[in-house]
Structures are given as structure tokens and as C-alpha cells.
């Protein structure tokens, strides 16, 4: 019952920056734990960024550490990956996932049960 849409993506320049938006809509009283993944070609989904929506608490993968920044805004039921710095190797399809709450295993997209359809970043060296 819950759906999410990124949106945001595009090509930049080595260097640049965009900002992912990940809108909820339906059912979205029982999510803490709002995560971002991507997926490149021919490689695994891995964990960028997630953040516990009913605290303080974020988490970064150690490659974006310092360059992207997850953020909520809880009156749009919203959340924003701020992506600075990029970099050739952050060419990715990027998806947002929904749970109930955050947790050791948060780099794990099996603790995700709700996905969004993706959203394409693109950096040119």
C-alpha cells in the first residue's frame, strides 16, 4: 500500500551535484527507515544512505561519506539525498526503500520491503 517515486536524476559533469527526492504516498505511518540504494551494470545493489525517520540517526556507506547527506522532511514525507562531489564511479541507477525501522543490517536490501522505481544518475568524466 506504500509507494515511492525518486526523482532528480540526471547527467552531470565530474564534480557536480544533484539532489534525489524519494516522495511516500498511502500508508506510510509505520515507516522509520527510509534507505537509498544503487546498481550499476553488472554489479550487486549496494546501501548508500539511510536515516531512522523517527530520530537522529543516519547512515552512510564509507564510499559517500562526506559527499552525500540523506535528509527528511516529514511534512512532505520526503527524503532528500543531497549528492555533492560526484564522481564516475557513483554512475548508477539509484532507488529509495521503505521499512518499518532502522537497524544493524540497514545495508542489506533484504530488510527492505517497499521499493521505488529508480531514478538514473549519470557522471561524465
Known amino acids: 500500500q506504500v509507494q515511492l517515486v525518486e526523482s532528480g536524476g540526471g547527467s552531470v559533469q565530474e564534480g557536480g551535484s544533484l539532489r534525489l527526492s524519494c516522495a511516500a504516498s498511502?500508508?506510510?505511518?509505520?515507516?522509520?527507515?527510509m534507505g537509498w540504494f544503487r546498481q550499476a551494470p553488472g554489479k550487486e545493489r549496494e546501501a548508500v544512505a539511510a536515516?531512522?525517520?523517527?530520530?537522529?540517526?543516519?547512515y552512510y556507506t564509507d564510499s559517500v561519506k562526506g559527499r552525500f547527506t540523506i535528509s527528511q522532511d516529514t511534512a512532505k514525507r520526503t527524503v532528500y539525498l543531497q549528492m555533492n562531489s560526484l564522481k564516475p564511479e557513483d554512475t548508477a541507477m539509484y532507488y529509495c526503500?521503505?521499512?518499518?525501522?532502522?537497524?544493524?543490517?540497514?545495508?542489506?536490501?533484504?530488510?527492505?520491503?517497499?521499493w521505488g522505481q529508480g531514478t538514473q544518475v549519470t557522471v561524465l568524466p
Open positions: 526503500a521503505a521499512e518499518g525501522k532502522c537497524g544493524a543490517s540497514w545495508w542489506r536490501r533484504e530488510w527492505y520491503n517497499t
Open positions: 498511502g500508508y506510510t505511518d509505520s515507516l522509520d527507515c
Open positions: 536515516i531512522y525517520t523517527g530520530g537522529f540517526t543516519t
